[in-house]
């Protein structure tokens, strides 16, 4: 037998408990074949010399928004500034290389950088020259647009009413103000959207080839196709382009956004009334790419404090919705939300529920209960998305309904000052948990929400191991995890969680070989630095399709390789 790759010199943590640690991988029609002794001995396509260094299970993003971050790539980028001026600074001299007609699109706005102020449509028109400014806030919850936009939107029209789930935000002379709230956002997605597939599919590609350097072999797209969080109502199309033109460098499932669910008429035994047409569902796809759960949007941001909490948001001074909704507010009616929710699971649906807020998360865990009562299926295990805070009676509730937490932790870094100001400390220890999950038996993943926050996995293992704000303050401490388990948790959780746990997740024969080449090892690294380790290859299905670095090579000749030094196992975690 000749294998496709070898894999050796290599510090390798499986993270298959019944072999923790290996040497060499043996590689044949993308799976895992073999370790060590059962493959050292054969030849080889390929043999990557991995030099000592230490070796991973591919890393798997559950909950990103990968068209969404390619498109940025492209677009201003605002999240270095600190002050509006900054913001329309950036936006005169963006705007001074567009022709008089081109759109001024910008992302990463961060209005807690800039004093809890966002920019005024009024000096966004000065700015831009008179051209239409669509600049998004990181959250993604909201945007901020200029008179030209409101105008075209008939945001300035006497009699206009906010839509239901958003907010028109207006200024003290009660006029539009420029800031568009959740579904708001719509009044300038029509303007703008659909996107050509053909430019989602290049989006994707720029996304997937920088997933690659940061060793992401899989991802969850989170919400294509509707909403205020769809780029086309054909957005599968361009991910099925971009894989058949070689642009989707990684595995990829994708989460339907709800709004393109409608009305099926299947056989009444069939149970199928709500869907896409053909019956497709969760599942439907293969291991490269695939349909995930439906994506249903409860409440909002914790940023903005558009999140349904029980409990006011600390201060609600903030101009927009702190002022008038203390307490955040739903997408839409509580009733009307939880029949969504039942009908997507009855219909054979897994269901991705976005709930921040703690009275969200009350909502998602009632509608999943719901849910099974109406229709028993015990073998499927509905998201929480974010998960953002869960008060300790909410616990015990997600491992009775087998719920999966979706928490992000790389937003303790870069949003955690912010967020524990619109907390208070009482709250902030229950927001993004981790280890109160782990304790239940609960799967969680690894997921970064990106362009939301920084999405390189190292950096958001860090996070979830140290839990230090930007400027060095414990966020919810209570909650660390060991390195090993937060390794676990963006390979083996991830997989779990997506429904590829006998696949993915592990370095083990019959697995898929999907494997990140480090230049340290996560486990005996100071727990601050982790997040510097580099990248050194990126595996996906046994093609090394990131070697910058060149250690793979075609031998030369024939015949079995030579046997390799002998490389120290890994040593354990020292919790």
Request: charged share 20%.
């Amino acid at each position: 037998m000749q294998l496709d790759l070898l894999v050796r010199d290599a510090r390798i943590r499986t993270l298959d408990p019944e072999r923790p640690t290996a040497s060499a991988i043996g590689v044949l029609h993308g799976a895992v074949v073999g370790l060590d002794e059962d493959v050292v001995h054969l030849p080889a396509r390929r043999v990557l010399d991995a030099g000592g260094a230490t070796v991973l299970p591919g890393f798997n993003d559950a909950h990103c928004h990968t068209a969404w971050f390619g498109l940025t790539l492209n677009q201003l980028d605002v999240s270095t500034a600190r002050s509006v001026e900054d913001v329309y600074a950036a936006v005169s001299a963006y705007a001074a290389q567009l022709a008089p007609d081109a759109w001024v699109l910008g992302a990463g706005l961060e209005h807690n950088n800039l004093g809890g102020v966002y920019p005024h449509r009024d000096a966004l028109d000065r700015a831009a020259g008179g051209r239409p400014v669509w600049i998004k806030h990181t959250s993604g919850h909201a945007c901020v647009v200029n008179t030209p936009v409101l105008r075209a939107a008939g945001a300035l029209d006497d009699g206009f009413r906010d839509p239901a789930g958003g907010v028109v935000s207006r200024d003290e002379l009660g006029r539009p103000d420029g800031l568009l709230e959740e579904t708001a956002q719509r009044l300038v997605q029509r303007q703008v959207l659909p996107y050509p597939v053909e430019t989602v599919a290049d989006a994707v590609g720029s996304a997937t080839r920088r997933y690659l350097a940061e060793g992401i072999t899989s991802f969850t797209e989170a919400g294509i196709g509707g909403g205020w969080i769809g780029h086309t109502p054909v957005e599968l199309a361009a991910y099925q382009l971009a894989r058949e033109t070689g642009r989707l460098h990684t595995r990829a499932q994708l989460m339907a956004a709800s709004d393109v669910l409608h009305p099926l008429t299947a056989h009444a035994d069939d149970g199928i009334a709500l869907g896409l047409d053909l019956g497709m569902r969760t599942g439907f796809g293969d291991e490269r790419l695939s349909l995930g759960p439906v994506k249903i949007f409860l409440d909002g941001s914790l940023l903005g404090r558009t999140a349904a909490v029980t409990e006011p948001f600390c201060g609600c001074t903030q101009h927009g919705s702190g002022n008038d909704r203390p307490t955040g507010y739903f997408q839409n009616s509580p009733e009307a939300m939880t029949d969504l929710v039942v009908a997507a699971h009855r219909s054979g649906w897994t269901v991705a529920a976005h709930a921040i807020g703690d009275r969200a998360v009350d909502l998602a865990l009632d509608a999943f209960a719901h849910a099974h009562k109406s229709r028993p299926r015990p073998d499927v295990r509905h998201r929480i998305e974010h998960a953002g805070i869960v008060r300790p009676d909410q616990l015990a509730r997600f491992a009775e309904l087998s719920v999966v937490p979706v928490p992000q932790h790389n937003f303790l870094h870069t949003f955690g000052d912010a967020m524990a100001a619109a907390l208070g400390p009482e709250r902030t220890a229950w927001s993004y948990r981790m280890r109160s999950f782990a304790d239940l038996g609960l799967p969680v993943p690894g997921s970064s929400d990106r362009p939301v926050a920084p999405g390189a996995p190292l950096p958001a293992i860090q996070s979830m191991v140290t839990r230090l704000t930007e400027t060095g303050v414990p966020y919810g401490p209570d909650e660390s995890i060991p390195v090993l388990a937060a390794l676990r948790a963006w390979t083996e959780g991830s997989a779990l969680a997506t429904g590829f746990g006998d696949r993915k997740g592990r370095l083990a024969p019959g697995r898929l070989a999907d494997l990140t080449v480090l230049d340290g090892d996560p486990v005996l690294t100071d727990p601050g630095r982790i997040g510097a380790i580099g990248v050194l290859a990126t595996v996906v299905g046994g093609d090394p399709v990131h070697d910058p670095h060149d250690l793979t090579r075609t031998p030369a000749r024939s015949g079995p390789p030579p046997r390799p030094a002998t490389v120290a196992a890994p040593p354990q975690e020292n919790a």
